[in-house]
Nanobody, 126 residues
């Protein structure tokens, strides 16, 4: 059974940083497109960052561009999301998701992914 686990959430002060990690169990991430989503209370799940299977294509939501960076680990064990300059509006449960890389070799910020983690809570508060 394919599983994803999100690591690295927590409580951070505004302006702080976190690195979230997405780890796979039962498969490697080598041929998978990976995306990060988040869902705040009372809001819809939002796609915020994605990366294609070979790391050559990335996309970010406008709300996080310039502050969030997605990167693949070597040898394809984890995908990380570096989050800088955190704001209270970033408070949410963060999920990673995976799907087999398709053609063209891009990634999507829409929730079209087949495998999802259970999420990790990020709270930004002073």
């Amino acid at each position: 059974q394919l599983q994803l686990v999100e690591l690295g959430g927590g409580l951070v002060q505004p302006g702080g940083s976190l690195r979230l990690s997405c780890a796979a169990a039962g498969f490697t991430l080598e041929h998978y497109t990976i995306a990060w989503f988040r869902q705040a209370p009372g809001k819809e799940r939002e796609g915020i960052a994605c990366i294609n299977a070979n790391g050559t294509y990335k996309d970010y939501a406008d709300s996080v561009t310039g502050r969030f960076t997605i990167a693949r680990d070597d040898p394809e064990i984890m995908v990380h999301l570096q989050i800088n300059d955190l704001k209270p509006g970033d408070t949410a449960v963060y999920y990673c998701a995976a799907a087999r890389q398709s053609i063209p070799p891009i990634c999507e910020l829409r929730p079209l992914y087949t495998t999802w983690g259970l999420g990790t809570q990020v709270t930004v508060s002073s």
